[in-house]
């Protein structure tokens, strides 16, 4: 089957140190995956080299076979690749229907002229995507008002907003930087549900950086595993959670075994 995204040795060094070091990584279309490793594993930083945020000092990315390679991120966004931050990033002074808007701004097609004079086809195109905005909204489940302010919504309402932006650009494939960082068990089991139907409903191929080891084995359909910047093992998620290295990894950090084995 073709790859959408390979990764093939890349390598990511900041001074001496190597933050990503020969990762080859590969997603079938319609997956869900899961990062996983101890804290400065190189996780993030696998993300901001997808993204186009970092470029890598080797190695290469490809996304339905083409290079990602010195892309600006809104080019590789363009492309079909959303993210979220591991640190919600809205803008807090703006609405919930603004925030999402923002997200649709690589598919706006009307021309500075068309903006400035409010022409018909400004405002139809105004329409279709403020339709499309509540579409979102209500597919992740938020009860705030579309009009409210960002910065005024509890924390889980804000971790949907930022969802909705990242669904605004349609990707085909989303990265989720630790999308349950924070939050209660039942907004945990809702998140969880809510990646399931990202695949499922919006056949949306998934990876997922995630601390908890719960939600990485409920959801993954294969789990990879950095230390120090390298893959140090990958397969089945119960596959993972026994192999030693891993163990080993998360002990030499000293995380409890629970987080691993619970
Ligand atoms: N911009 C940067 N400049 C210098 N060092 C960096 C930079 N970004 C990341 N690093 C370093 O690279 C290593 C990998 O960091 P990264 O944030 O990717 O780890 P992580 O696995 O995401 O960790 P966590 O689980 O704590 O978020 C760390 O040692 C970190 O300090």
């Known amino acids: 089957m073709a790859y959408l995204l390979e990764l093939k040795k890349v390598t990511k060094r900041f001074g001496g140190l190597v933050a ?27 993300f901001n080299l997808i993204t186009g945020i970092y ?14 390679v010195g892309l600006r991120p809104d080019q590789i966004t363009a492309r079909g690749i959303a ?37 018909p086809r400004f405002r139809e195109e105004e329409r279709q995507l403020r339709e499309e905005a509540l579409r979102l909204i209500r597919f992740v489940g938020l009860r705030a008002s579309p009009d409210e302010l960002a910065k005024n919504l509890p924390y ?42 990202l695949r499922d409903e919006l056949g949306i191929t998934v990876i997922l950086i995630e601390h908890q080891m719960r939600v990485v084995m409920g959801i993954s359909e294969r789990v990879t595993v950095l230390d120090y910047g390298e893959k140090i093992a990958e397969g089945a998620p119960e596959e993972v959670r026994r192999n030693p290295r891993v163990i080993e990894a998360y ?12």
Not at 55 to 68: A, M, N, T, V, Y
Not at 161 to 173: G, I, S
Not at 253 to 261: C, S
Request: glycine share 10%.
């Open 20 to 46: 990503v070091n020969r990762v080859d990584f590969t997603l079938e279309p319609g997956r869900i995956v899961s990062i996983i490793g101890p804290n400065g594993a190189g996780k993030t930083t696998l």
């Open 55 to 68: 470029k890598p000092d080797e190695g290469e990315i490809l996304f339905e076979g083409r290079s990602l």
């Open 156 to 197: 889980g309402e804000q971790r949907k907003v930022e969802l909705a932006r990242a669904l605004a650009a349609r990707p085909k494939l989303i990265l989720l930087d630790e999308p349950t960082a924070g939050m209660n068990p039942q907004e945990t089991a809702e998140t969880t549900r809510l990646i399931r139907r």
């Open 83 to 119: 993210r979220t931050f591991q640190n919600i990033r809205l803008f807090g002074n703006m609405t919930v229907m603004e925030n999402i808007l923002v997200g649709m701004h690589t598919r706006f097609r009307a021309n500075p002229v068309d903006i400035l004079f409010q022409t």
């Open 251 to 262: 002990l030499g950090r000293g995380v409890a075994m629970g987080a691993v084995a619970g």
